[in-house]
């Protein structure tokens, strides 16, 4: 596993993870910010299904602090029993990793406490309509569709776990299909990605789209004999310059705290003097 920051071009190789308690399992990760420490962790679910126990789930947790001046992987306790959905991405929003569950609930992880809680699902038919679990603008929302409207469900107040809020985008002949949604645009307008490679508005004031526009240099998400199908996805990006360099920022970290030890035993010095 790799992490990559495109605004310093730095990447590094994650430490391999230990080998989960039973074979053939299959993991789902999370990546987010604690904002008490000021670094960022990797998180991984190791879901197994033991057919000696008549099929039960086994779920493991483990969590890697970079930056730390111990980055290996911890395994973390009270981890709920509890299967992640299959296909389904991790979602964070304000220091907190989402992911969707076969459960038809919603598995939370605190990136500060490093607690797991389960939270009631919205009124949601089937979990294969979801297309999405994501922030959008600063809430969690599980997209739903397409058929002739895309639902965005929106947790407005992540304190209360059944307030959730519904926005339907009304879909025309050819925009179906492939579509997903990216950022809240401007005033009551949301900007979408189409087959890929499309970009397009739509206004909830008025129910109309707005300007159409290609993304230059993506292949088309097509399949035939000689051609592999593409498909991309597209998220907002915030630029930040935190160092990817384990060694670095530990150094870094270490020398602070020298030089405050120094510091600190001047001023003393100076004091009995």
């Known amino acids: 596993m790799y992490i990559y920051n495109p605004a310093t071009q730095e990447s590094i190789k994650l430490c391999k993870l230990p080998s989960p308690q039973f074979e053939k399992a299959y993991l789902v990760p999370g990546f987010g ?3 008490s420490s000021k670094q960022y962790k990797v998180v991984q679910l190791s879901h197994t299904r033991i057919e000696k126990n008549g099929g039960d789930i086994n779920t493991e947790a483990q969590v890697l602090t970079l930056g730390g001046l111990n980055s290996s992987w911890r395994r ?7 299967e992640s959905y299959v296909g389904s991405s991790s979602a964070v929003v304000n220091g907190v990793l989402y992911w969707i569950t076969t459960g038809k609930q919603i598995l939370s992880f605190d990136l500060v406490s490093e607690k797991f809680e389960l939270i009631a699902f919205p009124p949601i038919q089937s979990l294969s309509s979801i297309i999405l679990l994501m922030n959008l603008s600063g809430y969690l929302t599980v997209a739903v569709g397409p058929c002739r409207y895309l639902e ?21 002949p050819g925009i179906g299909g492939n579509i997903f949604p990216i950022c809240l645009w401007k005033e ?17 004031y008025n129910g109309e789209y707005g300007p159409i526009f290609e993304i230059d240099g993506i292949p088309k998400n097509k399949e ?9 996805e597209v998220y907002p990006y915030v630029a930040n310059l935190i160092s990817l360099n384990l060694e670095s ?15 600190a035993t001047k001023k003393q010095m100076q004091e009995r003097c």
Request: proline share 1%; with cysteine; glycine share 4%.
């Open 33 to 35: 910010f604690d904002s």
């Open 152 to 172: 965005l469900w929106m947790l407005k107040d992540s304190n209360e776990h059944g307030s959730w809020t519904t926005l339907r985008i009304k879909l025309l």
């Open 76 to 82: 973390l306790e009270n981890v709920p029993k509890i």
């Open 188 to 204: 009551n307008e949301i900007l979408l990605l189409c087959n890929s490679r499309i970009l397009i508005c739509y206004s909830f």
């Open 249 to 263: 920022v530990s150094q870094s970290a270490r020398s602070k705290g020298m030089k405050g030890t120094l510091s």
């Open 224 to 232: 035939d004999s000689t051609t592999r199908s593409h498909s991309y």
